[in-house]
């Protein structure tokens, strides 16, 4: 299915600052609710392994939103979606800071799931129109800007919990300013719209299959740090207080850098070896953080991971945006859900085996995720 590109009106440099400005909107509202899970596990009392469990409800959103997302973008085109989703995604932010036990808080996790990967696929959409403009590869640019503001939303968080503000004031906060920035962009994103119907549901090829076993990998890691590196801090490192939220500042501060420097990278060393480079610096990070967890080392492991991280889910979608065999819409739907499912899935997995073993032992398994990038990214036909 092929949706009919609409001439853009504006400079390619206007689309690219709306987009850029819906990335960032995207990463701050996940910021914020990952910079808060910890304070939300101690006013519900979840243990570890309960918290693993509430995790669960974030992937299981995002599978419900699978039978759609494909089909919806080429129905009402990537930015009608784009727009829709990411104030839903604000609302679900808002209703999680509401929650008050931990049914309320398992729907709201479901909302937020559902929400963000229609977020996601809608918003690298229109990344992929930007970069087509520009005839060169700027996709991890667009990724950096999520990260950077990851990095402003873990600041905000950890403002608010230094000034004991609450959760539910907090996202509220943060809501308020995505219908702002929302309203502003809308009008200089690149419109699309359909020309047929198809399938609700198409099996991506090989090749994309492949794209989102490497990005699903790289993924797990990389959601591993927004969910658990500040426990980790908190309960490994023994860190005090007002360092509590260090290792996450840091793995943002170097994923933000690795973005803005990945596409020059890529193009200056090649896509397979920026992704092999990448899975042997976030095993490498993982694994000094648990053989070294004291706040320095621990640091340090967290910024390679930071680093390791950066380049692999933005160079994966660029590609899989060139796709020869699906409208760049579905193709993003398609490598995207697979990789998002191991941002989700990640998370919740850790806490069991923390509940089972211990933190330490959850990042192990996680470093071994980044061997498995660097191994199929050697296999791979990229």
Same mark, same amino acid.
């Given at each position: 299915? +092929? ?37 939300? @596990? @101690? ?60 049914? @309320? ?20 959409? @229109?990344?992929?129109?930007?970069? +087509? ?26 403002? %608010? ?34 020309? +047929? ?24 890691? +990389? ?117 998002? %499912? ?41």
């Amino acid at each position: 299915m +092929e949706a009919t590109p609409i001439t853009y009106k504006f400079s390619r440099g206007t689309l690219r600052a709306a987009v850029g400005i819906m990335f960032f909107m995207a990463g701050i509202c996940f910021a914020s609710w990952a910079s808060r899970i910890a304070t939300i @596990q @101690q006013n519900l009392g979840l243990s570890d392994a309960a918290l693993g469990g509430v995790l669960f409800a974030l992937p299981v959103g995002l599978m419900c939103s699978l039978p759609f997302s494909g089909w919806i973008i080429t129905r009402i085109g990537s930015r009608n979606l784009l727009i829709t989703a990411v104030v839903t995604y604000g609302c679900a932010l808002v209703f999680l800071g509401m929650s008050q036990n931990t049914f @309320q808080l398992i729907c709201c996790l479901l909302l937020f799931g559902f929400s963000s990967n229609a977020v996601n696929i809608s918003v690298n959409t @229109q990344a992929v129109a930007a970069e +087509e403009l520009y005839q060169r590869p700027i996709m991890a640019s667009f990724h950096g800007l999520w990260s950077l503001a990851g990095f402003a939303g873990a600041a905000i968080g950890t403002f %608010m919990i230094g000034k004991q503000i609450i959760p539910l004031h907090h996202f509220a906060l943060i809501w308020v300013l995505i219908v702002i920035a929302t309203l502003f962009s809308s009008k200089y994103l690149k419109k699309d719209k359909p020309t +047929e119907s198809g399938p609700v549901f198409v099996m991506p090829d090989r090749s994309l299959i492949k794209l989102g076993i490497i990005a699903f990998c790289s993924m797990i890691c +990389e959601g591993a740090m927004f969910d658990w590196s500040v426990i980790y801090f908190k309960k490994v490192v023994l860190a005090q207080s007002a360092w509590m939220g260090a290792g996450y500042t840091a793995f943002m501060l170097t994923m933000a850098t690795g973005r803005f420097i990945a596409d020059w990278f890529a193009h200056r060393f090649g896509l397979k070896r920026t992704l092999q480079l990448s899975g042997l610096l976030t095993a490498s990070g993982l694994m000094i953080a648990v053989l070294f967890p004291y706040l320095l080392s621990a640091m340090f492991g967290f910024l390679l991971v930071g680093f390791g991280v950066s380049s692999v889910v933005p160079l994966v979608y660029s590609a899989a945006g060139k796709s020869k065999t699906m409208s760049p819409g579905v193709a993003l739907a398609a490598v995207s859900t697979i990789s998002f %499912m191991g941002f989700l899935f990640g998370p919740p997995v850790i806490g069991f085996i923390a509940g089972i073993a211990t933190l330490r032992a959850s990042f192990t398994l996680i470093a071994l995720m980044g061997i498995c990038v660097t191994i199929f990214s050697t296999k791979a036909k990229i």
